[in-house]
T-cell receptor, first 110, second 113 residues
Framework: TQLLEQSPQFLSIQEGENLTVYCNSS?????LQWYRQEPGEGPVLLVT?????EVKKLKRLTFQFGDARKDSSLHITAAQTGDTGLYLC??????????FGTGTSLTVIP | NAGVMQNPRHLVRRRGQEARLRCSPV?????VYWYRQLPEEGLKFMVY????????ESGMPKERFSAEFPKEGPSILRIQQVVRGDSAAYFC???????????FGQGTRLTVV
């Protein structure tokens, strides 16, 4: 059973464009993390959101946690080639177990 | 990656051999998670351990796979009698009891020939 579904699965855009990646679930999470993974490397934590409706900004990246704490979005403004990678969301239900999404593979074309 | 160390980074095994993957968590972290990743795919949960205890192994195959996190030393993921289908990247993450985040190691890439 896949608790977290991410969309789109693959995304290819031109440098300078904006994009949004979605992470959806029917489960409520006590916290949700976004990671970025580059080929051959481990996932690197970008942000954690905890409160329903919370919005966090990290330079050109904006993360939002849904009011019901079941979904999240990642918006990137003016994408750069360095943003290329696999974006993963992960939710924590209350215990210590983390559930990962299916991933969104982003390619930014120069 | 906040100090999670995995070794080896690359491991080649012949079919039928054993693979032992090691994970040293961030100092002070008592929770370890193992994930498996195939190319172009997300992370698939395998097992979650706290010191000396397996909390959830629902994602780990019942046969040939085992994991431990002893009181002293790293967590070990052991795969006996490896088959080609075991070829993948295996990632370990750790978290503290009161933290919400998990930090990942750089993974071990297992190739079975």
């Amino acid at each position: 059973t896949q608790l977290l579904e991410q969309s789109p699965q693959f995304l290819s855009i031109q440098e300078g464009e904006n994009l949004t990646v979605y992470c959806n679930s029917s489960s409520v999470f006590s916290s949700l993390q976004w990671y970025r993974q580059e080929p051959g490397e481990g996932p690197v934590l970008l942000v954690t959101v905890v409160t329903g409706g919370e919005v966090k900004k990290l330079k050109r990246l904006t993360f939002q946690f849904g009011d019901a704490r079941k979904d999240s979005s990642l918006h990137i403004t003016a994408a750069q080639t360095g943003d290329t990678g696999l974006y993963l969301c992960a939710g924590r239900e209350g215990g210590n177990q983390f559930y990962f999404g299916t991933g969104t593979s982003l390619t930014v074309i120069p | 990656n906040a100090g999670v160390m995995q070794n080896p980074r690359h491991l080649v095994r012949r079919r039928g051999q054993e693979a032992r993957l090691r994970c040293s968590p961030v100092k002070g972290h008592s929770h370890v998670y193992w994930y498996r990743q195939l190319p172009e795919e997300g992370l698939k949960f395998m097992v979650y351990l706290q010191k000396e205890n397996i909390i959830d192994e629902s994602g780990m195959p019942k046969e040939r796979f085992s994991a431990e996190f002893p009181k002293e030393g790293p967590s070990i993921l052991r795969i006996q009698q490896v088959v080609r289908g075991d070829s993948a990247a295996y990632f370990c993450a750790s978290s503290g009891a009161l933290n919400t985040e998990a930090f990942f190691g750089q993974g071990t890439r297992l190739t079975v020939v």
